[in-house]
Structure formats: structure tokens, C-alpha cells
């Protein structure tokens, strides 16, 4: 598959031109003209860089990549080193930020569900970012707080920062990666019973406490990982295209 191609068919598919975002969407470094292996990651990390060339990758594919609105438009330091790691053995970047949240099946938020068994049955009405949906069939019919924290801890290998009562019973619950703590209010009109994001704020435990609605941090990387484990396993069964995820790991 030409980088071209890929390209294309990619921002077709996430709708890269939807979105009002705070970096760039799709191809941010070019490499290689074909295609035919694939790393990908949370972020374009100088360790995730290495590790693509040890490899022999002609891509890499991630969430996290460069050139962010209030970055200094200068290529110096640390982006240079990386920049050159991946010039110089023509390796191509390619980084979707809100695109990938999105995706109805694909993206972050989606695959997230996925693996924790959560059954998606809409959006919020006012941001489209946040899912919302219930406990699945793999839950007791009685779940409550405490129990679900255990769940997310087994499944993420990460133990959540949790706000709320133990035995609070989860039936109903909203859901955003990364940090997504400012959305909170948007939840708490979903009339759901849990929130769960990557990140917390502050004022997010006082405004827990206040409105009953459970709260539930469980890592920006760790809520993060598995978008771009689903867009590179599409790309490897309908291309063809070897595909391999690498976890840098972040206690984030």
C-alpha cells in the first residue's frame, strides 16, 4: 500500500475534516512511499520511535503525535531528535487526536468499551466525545461501585482513582478517554450513575460528592491503548498490512 493511499483511506475513514482539533490529523511526518509495516502506539514517544526502527517499520501509527497548538513553532531539543530518528530511516508518522476518540467502532472510546464490556447506546447530546451505555451481560445483574473499580482494575492493569461509595449500584455509566475530567457536567446530565475518564481534576471530587454521580480516573494511557489497536488490526485484515502494537508504559 503506497503512503498515499493509506493516507487517503484513513482521513476518509475518521473524518479528520469533522473535527476542530488541536493538532494536526493524519499524516505529520513523511517517510517511505510503500507501506507494509505498521507500529503503532499511544504516543510518538522517542522509545516508541526506536523501538519502530528496531522493526524495520515503515509507519507508525499513533494518538499522541506532534505539533500541538501552544507547541513553539520551532523544531529544536527533543522534537528534533525524534524528527531525525524518523527522517533518517524514512519512517512515516501518522497521529489521529480526536478523530480516533470518536470513531463509532474504531476509535478510543469504542474499543474501550469493548474490553470492559460496556454496552454503548448513544452520545451525549451536546458532545459527541462522550459515550454513554450500560454494564453488559459478562456483569451481575447488582454491580456495584467497588465491584466495577475491581473489574476496570483487572482489565487495564491499572488500579482507578475512584470517587464514591463502595456499594454505590452501577447500572448506567458514561465514558471519555484521556482527559476528559472537564466534561463531567455533560455526564451528570446523562443521568447515569458513573462517569469514568483518564484523568481528575481538583474541583471533579467536590462536584462528584455534590451531584451523587460516581467518578471513576483510570489513566489517560491506560483508557488510550486500544484505538489504535483496533485501526491497526482494521488496516492488517483489510490490507494486508503487518501490524504490531507497541505499550510504552505510563503510570499516567
Given at each position: 500500500?503506497?503512503?498515499?493511499e ?37 504516543t ?27 507547541d ?51 452520545k ?16 451481575a445483574?447488582?454491580?456495584n ?38 466534561y ?10 458513573a462517569?469514568?475518564?483518564?484523568e ?53
Amino acid at each position: 500500500m503506497t503512503r498515499l493511499e493509506l493516507s487517503e483511506y484513513l482521513d476518509q475513514l475518521l473524518l479528520v475534516d469533522y473535527f476542530k482539533d488541536f493538532c494536526p490529523n493524519g499524516l505529520q511526518v513523511q517517510g517511505k512511499k510503500h507501506i507494509q509495516l505498521i507500529v503503532s502506539g499511544v504516543t510518538a514517544s522517542r522509545a516508541l520511535i526506536e523501538k519502530a526502527i528496531r522493526m524495520h517499520a515503515d509507519a507508525i501509527l499513533v494518538h499522541h503525535g506532534w505539533f500541538w497548538k501552544n507547541d513553539e513553532p520551532v523544531i529544536t531539543g527533543q522534537l528534533h531528535d525524534r524528527l531525525k530518528l524518523l527522517m533518517d530511516h524514512e519512517i512515516n508518522l501518522f497521529a489521529y487526536h480526536l478523530p480516533l476518540d470518536a470513531h463509532p467502532t474504531l476509535g478510543n472510546n469504542a474499543s474501550l468499551a469493548n474490553e470492559l464490556g460496556f454496552k454503548t447506546l448513544g452520545k451525549a447530546p451536546h458532545q459527541e466525545l462522550i459515550f454513554w451505555g450500560e454494564l453488559g451481560g459478562g456483569y451481575a445483574k447488582a454491580v456495584n461501585l467497588g465491584q466495577l473499580s475491581l473489574k476496570i482494575e483487572g482489565v487495564l492493569k491499572r488500579k482507578p482513582l475512584v470517587i464514591g461509595k463502595s456499594n454505590q449500584k452501577i447500572k448506567r455509566i458514561a465514558w471519555c478517554t484521556g482527559a476528559a475530567q472537564g466534561y463531567f457536567k455533560e455526564a451528570v446530565k446523562l443521568g447515569v450513575d458513573a462517569y469514568l475518564s483518564g484523568e481528575i481534576s481538583e474541583q471533579t471530587t467536590h462536584l462528584a460528592h455534590e451531584s451523587g454521580l460516581a467518578y471513576i480516573a483510570a489513566g489517560h494511557h491506560a483508557t488510550e491503548r486500544y484505538g489504535v489497536q483496533s485501526l491497526g488490526k482494521h488496516l492488517q485484515e483489510h490490507f494486508g498490512i503487518i501490524h504490531h502494537f507497541i505499550d510504552i508504559d505510563n503510570p499516567v
